[in-house]
């Protein structure tokens, strides 16, 4: 049985738009009333086109971003704003950004990139942590790691700089691992690799993954459980293989349909649904999905929501798709 290890509730994150052109502000709703749960040793795929709101609550999960409402749990306890609860949650849950050059200091030399965690959290003294460093760099397959240590990120090809992201989120052994788009830059002929290697680690060390992801090719391959966002809501939930072989919302179908398809004598195939390259009109009532989708009806300009089954597939969708 698996045990509960991260919940969130009711999460709403706003931004204020302003239009350079005029005095005229607008409501972005990032994050509208989202929530959520991850089992101890679970990936679960948070997937969604950009703008969706998927980094935004990454953020949320860190407090690097403050909520606007909603609660946060990690371990059954909920996450305050005082010191000791931020210092928790931060040093069990580490974050793999997408770009890795942006996210590490071209100045810094990998033993100083990878250790940076330890010597935040004050976690043992210098030859200890170097000690942890070619640890995690032999784990993550950099090696040389006696000699990795001694370059700087400039040295490194990409996806050598992602390992090396990946090796400084293990140093403190976080519980869970925030991968925001992990593989997404990388060269096609690393990212399998890549995503194995990340599969290895999370099995070994029970690590539970959010795995924040456009593609839905990669999710399949590495999570267990699936959030769709649209727009800042999760218009459909569940079991990975239930929700993208079964899908129940037009908008799931829709990203289904974007995978590229390897084989040549189906490109040419109708997709299943044809909707609308942009939104148009008003979303900030009903549902969201409504100006894009072929199924739209009347029922429609009132917000449905999610409603689960009985093999726990929630989707908030007034014509489900068969």
Do not use: W
Not at 24 to 35: C, G, H, L, M, R
Not at 41 to 64: M, R, Y
Not at 177 to 188: F, G, K, Q, T
């Amino acid at each position: 049985m698996l045990s509960e290890i991260l919940r969130i509730e009711h999460l709403k994150k706003y931004f204020i738009k302003k239009n350079i052109f005029s005095a005229k502000t607008s409501i972005v709703k990032a994050v509208d009333d989202v929530s959520l749960f991850l089992n101890k040793g679970e990936v679960f795929v948070l997937a969604g086109e950009s703008g969706s709101g998927k980094s935004t609550i990454a953020k949320l999960i860190l407090k690097s971003l403050k909520l606007d409402s909603g609660k946060i749990f990690f371990g059954g306890h909920e996450i305050e704003n005082d010191n000791k609860s931020l210092e928790n949650i931060r040093m069990n849950c580490q974050m793999i950004h997408q770009d890795p050059y942006d996210s590490i200091n071209p100045r810094m030399k990998i033993l100083d990139i990878v250790s940076e965690p330890l010597e935040i959290h004050n976690i043992g003294n210098s030859e200890s942590r170097k000690k942890r460093v070619l640890e995690v760099l032999k784990e993550v397959r950099l090696e040389p790691s006696e000699e990795i240590i001694k370059k700087y990120p400039h040295m490194l090809s990409g996806g050598q700089r992602q390992r090396v992201v990946l090796a400084r989120a293990l140093t403190v052994k976080p519980k869970i691992i925030l991968a925001d788009e992990p593989v997404s830059m990388l060269d096609v002929s690393i990212r399998a690799e890549m995503l194995e290697l990340m599969q290895e680690l999370q099995k070994k060390h029970e690590i539970s993954f959010i795995y924040i992801t456009h593609d839905l090719a990669t999710a399949k391959y590495f999570g267990q459980r699936i959030g769709i966002l649209y727009l800042g809501k999760i218009v459909e939930m569940g079991k990975i293989d239930e929700v993208l072989l079964k899908p129940k919302h037009p908008y799931t179908q829709a990203l289904i349909d974007a995978i590229s398809e390897p084989d040549p004598e189906n490109i040419n195939k109708e997709k299943k649904i044809r909707i609308k390259d942009s939104i148009e009109g008003n979303v900030e009532e009903g549902c969201r999905f409504r100006t894009r989708c072929p199924y739209a009806i009347d029922k429609c300009n009132v917000e449905p929501e999610l409603i689960t089954t009985d093999n726990n597939h929630a989707f908030a969708c007034y014509v489900k798709i068969d």
